[in-house]
Every structure is written in structure tokens, then in C-alpha cells.
């Protein structure tokens, strides 16, 4: 068996395409270009993929597991996980890719995978690997729903310098804080 962690890493989850406006448009910077040619204009996210791994936490931390719906567009931003959190050559930027390893345990502990059935042969890498995929996205999307909920509820919401902070610290059982 190769190693897990480095297969799903170079994946590249995906997101229901309702999400792209309402909220990656809204809340991050688009993907691509350096540091300094990106537009903050209020964004609160540098690039979409911590917008997405925002999300996952969300919906993890809450349970909020939501399978994208089949009939849904999915979409991506073509950024591999492996990238999420790289530093690179930019400067001032801190390096955050501990979050991969943290987002695959995550995975793997709320994921129903026969472990000993894949080491036997009975079952595939690429088939675990598309039901942590399975997983990811269904946290990310239950995440969104609740972030587009509460931008619904209230257009200024994250304006608040500790709007996304309050919403992980906050939220109980199915109630945004204010």
C-alpha cells in the first residue's frame, strides 16, 4: 500500500459551483497572481482554498455533513491540496500546510473505510481515496450552507473582524451566533 496521505494530497476537492459568487466571489481573493497584484477590497481570504478549508472545519466542528447534491454543478479552483497552506516564495506569508495533515486525519476518523479489507486487496486505494473526497466535500459544502446562511441573514455580518472566529466558536446546533 502507497502512502494515503500523499495520494489524496494530490487532489483537488470540489465545491458546489452555487457556492462561487455568493461566497468565494464575495469573501476571498481569487486564486493566481502574486501577493501584490490581488485586490483585497475587504476579502477576508487570501486565496479560495482557505476559504474551502474554512468551510470543512465548519461543517467538521459542527457536523454539518452535507453531500453535494447530484444534480449540482462541481466546480473547483485547480489547486491540489498539497499546495494549500505553501508559503512558496512569498514573503510575510507563513506556512500553514500542517492543516493538510490535520484535514486527513479528520478525514480518516469520519470516514467509514475498511482499512484491513484495503490491505487485503478487497478494496482499492483509489476507492478510499474518493470516499475521503466524499467526505471533504460533504463538510466543506454543510460549511458553506451555514456561511451562506448567515451572509443571508445579515449582509454585514463579516465585517465584524471576528465574524469567522464567533462562527466556530459560537455555533450550537444549528444556530449562527450573531
Known sequence: MNNLFDKWKTRIPRYNEEFRPVLFDALSKKFGGSEKTKVDLGKHFSNNYELYMFAFFLGLYNNERVPIPDKAKKVDFNHAIQYWGSKGNTIGRTDF???????????????????IALEKGEITEDEVIKALLQTMEAYTNGGLICIKEKMEENSNYFLQPTAFLRMVLNFKSGTLPD
Open 97 to 115: 500546510t500542517i492543516l493538510q495533515e490535520y484535514i486527513f486525519a479528520a478525514l480518516v476518523a469520519r470516514t467509514d473505510v475498511d482499512f
